[in-house]
């Protein structure tokens, strides 16, 4: 289908052809807050979590069939504390074989819920999953070989927020549903009657799967929310296969204060941020100082979504939650100052250096896969990593735990998220550039498009060969096609 000629789908559910693309907007409905498995003050045996396929409906009315995790769509938000292990009992019930991934976790191979790791429909896995790290928003979400992108955007994927001594005691909004939110954008396609929709071409192969439709928290954007006044949190997760997101507020700059593997040093004040797929940020809202305001999605991604900037040219941002005071005081403290202590990343230190080359076009026939409704594209692969398909049964790297290593990554086209498992990493530059300050923290997605993107890494955890770690282009289809790679940890 050309972009530029989207249908979007109305609140009510009537089509209209957008000129531009657009997101379909309806009147906001009431956020939904995702219910909170908290086991921040203790863990009473097991914690079961149920894959199943359900339906459900995303506020247009209409039973899409999808997938959940104890819920129709989506999984818990789960709330845990360094120093826990989780005693996980993943049942499979969605008649496929599946995984789940722990995206963000540094934890060893052989629990990190990767394409070796296969559950069996009627099956359950029970990794009992170590939290060694510190406070940061981690995600969880197929990672099923071959499938990836499929399972998750039907809805296998939750988010997992850890907490620690020091969170727990910052002064810091933490009351959850109250001024503390959890924000998972994903980007749909409904079809004509309204029906969550996922469609194969050669060309979704190449872009990834790109909706016309945000959806927050499982239902259709617009959202709105009262909230007290003071600070308000917002932790937001890209879970988009895609789709690239351009963040800012409606009034007044973005404030940044955490990343994907924990707290910056101090807050940072943007007057937008690039979010990839995979990617998460946390951000503050001051409703002090304004008695409304919105958090805005932009599709172009401008800066370095060049990529997407020339398919969505002229691109407005969209409203996608609106936030409005009451009169009721909330968290009663100001913006901090200081968040946590952030050492310079020192490359001198590094006694290894690999190169990664991610390559979209190796050969085989996109449009003939899509068809197949083959996601896979085997030895043939399509897209590839230094020259190889992804293959389960090649060690591609082998790393030596505790030692620093620099990653340089590059591509032949594109705009791609890359993504490794095992770690957090610090961004010595992306694009060819010093990363914004609001991705000079602690990450484990880096977007690389124009030159180099570097980033100086660690693994402190094991992952022998029958339970590698991954690294790949978190555009879901471009993972599932074969631009992924595996490595051990020993
Ligand atoms: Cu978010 Cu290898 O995954
Ligand atoms: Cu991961
Ligand atoms: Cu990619």
């Excluded at 039973?63 to 989780?86: C, D, H, M, W």
């Excluded at 001198?348 to 026939?365: I, N, W």
Aim: proline letters at 6%; one cysteine or more.
């Amino acid at each position: 289908m050309d972009r530029r000629t989207f249908l979007t789908m109305s609140g009510a559910g009537a089509l209209v052809a957008a000129g531009g693309a657009v997101f379909a907007q309806g009147a906001a409905q009431p956020l939904r807050v995702i219910p909170m498995t908290d086991l921040v003050d203790g863990i009473d045996g097991r914690i079961p979590l149920s894959l199943s396929p359900g339906t459900h409906d995303f506020g247009n009315g209409v039973a899409s069939e999808t997938f959940g995790i104890n819920q129709s769509y989506l999984g818990p938000v789960i709330r845990a504390k360094q120093g826990q292990t989780l005693p996980f009992d993943v049942a499979n019930n969605i008649g496929d074989v599946s995984t789940i991934h722990w995206h963000g976790l540094h934890i060893p191979g052989a629990v990190d819920g990767g394409p070796h790791q296969e559950i069996e429909p009627g099956s359950v896995w029970s990794p009992d999953v170590p939290i060694v790290q510190h406070a940061s928003m981690n995600w969880f979400h197929s990672h099923t070989h071959g499938k990836t992108a499929r399972q998750t955007y039907n809805g296998l994927a939750g988010v997992l927020l850890i907490e620690d001594e020091a969170s727990l005691d910052a002064d810091l909004p933490k009351t959850y549903g109250v001024d503390d939110f959890v924000v998972v954008l994903q980007d749909k396609m409904f079809d004509g009657s309204g029906r969550m929709t996922y469609a194969l071409t050669g060309e979704v192969f190449e872009d990834g799967f790109q909706g016309d439709t945000l959806v927050i928290n499982g239902a259709i954007a617009p959202a709105r929310q009262t909230v007290p006044t003071g600070l308000v949190r917002l932790r937001i997760l890209n879970a988009c296969n895609a789709r690239f997101l351009e963040l800012s507020m409606e009034t007044g700059p973005i404030t940044v204060i955490a990343a994907d593997g924990g707290f910056l040093a101090s807050p940072v004040e943007a007057d937008s941020i690039v979010m990839s797929p995979g990617e998460r940020y946390e951000v503050l809202v001051d409703m002090g100082a304004t008695s409304s305001n919105a958090l805005t999605v932009n599709l172009e991604g401008d800066g370095d979504g060049g990529f997407f900037a020339g398919l969505f040219g002229g691109a407005q941002a969209t409203t996608a939650l609106t936030l409005s005071r009451t009169d009721e005081t909330g968290f009663g403290g100001s913006m901090p100052s200081q968040l946590a202590t952030l050492d310079p990343p020192r490359p001198a230190e590094a006694t290894v250096t690999r190169s990664f080359e991610l390559q979209m076009d190796v050969g085989a026939d996109l449009a003939a896969l899509a068809l197949a409704w083959e996601n896979f594209c085997g030895d043939a692969g399509a897209m590839a990593i230094n020259g190889l398909p992804m293959n389960m049964d090649r060690i591609d790297e082998t790393v030596a735990k505790g030692d620093t290593e620099i990653w340089r990554i590059s591509v032949d086209n594109q705009l791609h998220p890359f993504h490794i498992h095992g770690c957090s990493f610090r961004i010595l530059s992306q694009n060819g550039a010093a990363p914004p300050a609001y991705a000079q923290g602690w990450k484990d997605m880096v977007h690389v498009e124009d030159g180099w993107s570097e980033v100086l890494v660690r693994f402190d955890h094991d992952a022998p060969a029958d339970a590698p770690y991954m690294y790949h282009c978190h555009i879901l289809e471009h993972e599932d096609c074969g631009m992924m790679g595996q490595f051990t940890v020993g």
